[in-house]
């Protein structure tokens, strides 16, 4: 059974910094691409950053210049720096992996932002 299991969110002032890590488990595959995506509270979820199997990377208007994914889609591991993160950052921020186009997800961890 796929697993992808998410840390690293927690709280941080305005203008800090978080950096978040995804690890995959019980595939016999590598993901064609990974990412994150995050759901704000009373809102959809949407989509952050994508990391793909050819080392190419992708970033929401929102957060472009602010954040920075990398990983190794061999490893199934991403990670996600974040800086300068502001109020409206706050989200469950959720790990995602593709294959043949099928997504995985994770649970998710909690970012909070926050003076």
């Known amino acids: 059974q796929v697993q992808l299991v998410e840390s690293g969110g927690g709280l941080v002032q305005p203008g800090g910094s978080l950096r978040l890590s995804c690890v995959g488990s019980g595939s016999a595959f590598s993901f064609n691409a990974m990412g994150w995506f995050r759901q704000a509270p009373g809102k959809q979820r949407e989509w952050v950053a994508v990391?793909?199997?050819?080392?190419?990377?992708t970033y929401a208007d929102s957060v472009r210049g602010r954040f920075a994914i990398s990983g190794d889609n061999a490893e199934n591991t991403v990670y996600l720096q974040m800086n300068n993160l502001n109020p409206v950052d706050t989200a469950v921020y959720y790990c995602?992996?593709?294959?043949?186009?099928?997504?995985?997800w994770g649970k998710g961890t909690l970012v909070t932002v926050s003076s």
């Open positions: 995602n992996g593709q294959k043949n186009g099928v997504n995985f």
């Open positions: 990391f793909t199997s050819s080392g190419s990377t």
